[in-house]
């Protein structure tokens, strides 16, 4: 039987989404505001859902989408089974898993170490003040036919397009405060090639896969080593090759871009033949004090409980203080079987109630 899926998200008409909410559905994807307004308008219905799946939690939490999930949340059965998947894993994402999840399970990939190959990278030393001018030089070359252009914050990525505009450089931004309508238009464009450059921040880059960026321009450093990988993989795809660009201020920037080094485990070289270089020491995977990594990046998962991040040696020596109290609980109840024991604080889970046949005009 082939499963029924639906897709609802703001900054769009509601009717056709319900529309296709009415005809039953057995997948429904959502994004938290639209999901809510249609459960207050009574045209959606969450206490049949079986799977809750909370994707790029750090992104939402990064939102500000966090009530919003709890008001969700509410809304369902008390049984089911929920995933949570997030890029990272900052303190935020572990508080609220502890808060909603019963008994997680933990199952974490190697940090993605290495970016592709085929990617050039390159750093260059500039005051803040005079990063938007070096950007335009930088756009005006050649050699630049389609750009990528990250930066930390919204308000950030609209003041470099207007500059940009200002400069006669086509270019579009992306980020939280557009509309769906207006991030299509701006994605489209630059698919098209009617615009050369794209201005994102980290957030509403998730997800974008564009053919033939030839450059990737990091004009502000992420403060998160893996995120400088993401943004730079948007490049040398497929095979072809990309060049990945660095501006790093006199700054915090210097001390991030310290922190990728480490984690890329490679030198990255410095460009200076541009008039606003700044003369500052280079950056160097010695003055990381990094060694290269026998390592690959993505490795394979590791399983483990929530809540057991001191190591295998911790997880060890738990399961032998178990074994043991086995060994000496004397026989319980018929047969002389031992009672089951329910170690590192796992709470029981009540059978499911029956809840009947499932109706068939709403949505779950």
């Given at each position: 039987m082939k499963a029924r899926t639906a897709l609802i998200f703001g900054g769009v008409s509601q009717h056709k989404q319900v529309a296709?909410?009415?005809?039953?559905?057995?997948?429904?994807?959502?994004?938290?505001?639209?999901?809510?307004?249609?459960?207050?308008?009574?045209?959606?219905?969450?206490?049949?859902?079986?799977?809750?799946?909370?994707?790029?939690?750090?992104?939402?939490?990064?939102?500000?989408?966090?009530?919003?999930?709890?008001?969700?949340?509410?809304?369902?059965?008390?049984q089911r089974q929920s995933l949570f998947f997030s890029a990272t894993m900052p303190e935020s994402i572990v508080k609220l898993s502890k808060t909603i999840l019963t008994?997680?399970?933990?199952?974490?990939?190697?940090?993605?170490?290495?970016?592709?190959?085929?990617?050039?990278?390159?750093?260059?030393?500039?005051?803040?003040?005079?990063?938007?001018?070096?950007?335009?030089?930088?756009?005006?070359r050649p050699e630049v036919e389609t750009s990528l252009v990250f930066t930390r914050t919204k308000y950030g990525a609209d003041k470099v397009v207007r500059y940009l505009k200002k400069n006669g450089i086509r270019g579009e931004a992306i980020h939280g405060n557009k509309s769906q309508p207006q991030r299509d238009r701006a994605m489209n464009a630059f698919r098209s090639g009617k615009i050369k450059v794209l201005v994102a921040t980290d957030i509403a880059a998730r997800g974008i896969d564009v053919k033939g960026v030839s450059h990737v321009i990091n004009f502000e450093i992420p403060n998160i080593s893996e995120t400088y990988v993401h943004r730079i993989g948007r490049t040398g795809r497929a095979g072809h090759d990309g060049v990945a660009y660095s501006m790093v201020n006199e700054g915090d920037e210097r001390k991030h871009m310290l922190n990728i080094v480490k984690l890329i485990q490679r030198d990255i070289p410095l460009e200076e033949g541009h008039q606003w270089h700044l003369d500052l020491p280079a950056i160097t995977l010695a003055d990381a004090g990094g060694q290269r990594s026998t390592k690959s990046g993505g490795g394979q998962p590791q399983q483990h409980r929530e809540g057991s991040g001191s190591g295998n040696r911790n997880r060890n020596r738990n399961r032998n203080r178990n074994r043991n109290n086995n060994r000496n609980r004397p026989p319980q109840g018929a047969g002389g079987q031992d009672r089951p024991t329910h170690g590192g604080g796992s709470r029981r889970k009540k059978k499911p109630k029956f809840r009947g046949p499932k109706p068939q005009g709403d949505a779950s």
């Open positions: 296709q909410l009415r005809k039953g559905v057995d997948i429904l994807v959502a994004t938290p505001g639209r999901l809510l307004d249609l459960c207050n308008q009574g045209l959606l219905s969450l206490e049949w859902i079986e799977f809750l799946v909370l994707d790029e939690a750090d992104t939402m939490l990064d939102m500000g989408f966090i009530h919003d999930i709890r008001r969700v949340i509410a809304m369902l059965p008390e008994d997680p399970i933990r199952v974490e990939v190697a940090r993605v170490s290495s970016a592709a190959e085929t990617v050039d990278q390159r750093m260059l030393f500039v005051s803040q003040g005079a990063k938007r001018d070096l950007l335009v030089e930088m756009l005006n």
